[in-house]
């Protein structure tokens, strides 16, 4: 299963939005400094993902969404991701 996931900064309160294989160790990663794209907007907290099973839909789903992050809220609202933190 691969999982498009979102995060949320604790420091400025921006999303992230990545695509992998395990979600609990991509956000230790995260969270560890071990990400260029997060390392000075630590702490993160996963906010939703989204489930896939191919990696591509999942990387295709990130990019268009990574794109712009208009859409991205939107399809939050819609409830394309399963939400687990009301941190959105």
Request: net charge positive; hydrophobic share 35%; glycine share 8%.
């Amino acid at each position: 299963m691969w999982y498009v996931y979102l995060l949320l900064s604790e420091k400025d309160g921006d999303k992230y939005i990545g695509s992998t294989n395990n979600v609990v160790r991509r956000l230790k990663q995260h969270n560890e400094g071990n990400v260029l794209s997060t390392r000075f907007r630590l702490p993160m907290i996963l906010i939703g993902y989204q489930e896939f099973r191919k990696v591509e839909d999942a990387s295709a789903y990130e990019k268009k969404y990574k794109r712009s992050h208009g859409a991205l809220d939107r399809s939050i609202k819609r409830g394309d991701f399963k939400i687990i933190s009301n941190g959105v």
